[in-house]
């Protein structure tokens, strides 16, 4: 099984910034979307955001004007800079991309990277 190795996440006081960084392995290939995800505890994966090939992004309502996505296809890694941090931002922060491995579709994911905003 094909993991993806998310990095950056810690405790940061509200008001603070992380930058979260996604590396993912080369044997995926024809990636288009990369983005990440976040779950709280009681609560459902939600995005966050996402980036085409093509440097088009989405994000989330909730974090639109605080975070940035961007991608480096040289290194074949993704981040996210997470500015203006809330205590509602805590969550568990989970990388995704979908790409073709053996010649299948699928989405990859990270095992996640706790992020914690204090009060």
């Known amino acids: 099984q094909v993991q993806l190795a998310e990095s950056g996440g810690g405790l940061v006081q509200a008001g603070g910034s992380l930058r979260l960084s996604c590396a993912v392995p080369?044997?995926?290939?024809?990636?288009?979307?990369m983005g990440w995800y976040r779950q709280a505890p009681g609560k459902q994966r939600e995005l966050v955001a996402t980036?085409?090939?093509?440097?088009?992004?989405n994000y989330g309502d909730s974090v639109k004007g605080r975070f940035t996505v961007a991608r480096d296809n040289a290194k074949n890694t993704v981040y996210l800079q997470m500015d203006s941090l809330k205590v509602e931002d805590t969550a568990v922060y989970y990388c995704n991309v979908a790409g073709t491995r053996w010649g299948r579709w699928n989405d990859y994911w990270g095992q996640g990277t706790q992020v914690t905003v204090s009060s």
């Open positions: 980036i085409t090939s093509g440097g088009g992004t």
């Open positions: 080369r044997m995926i290939l024809s990636i288009n979307v």
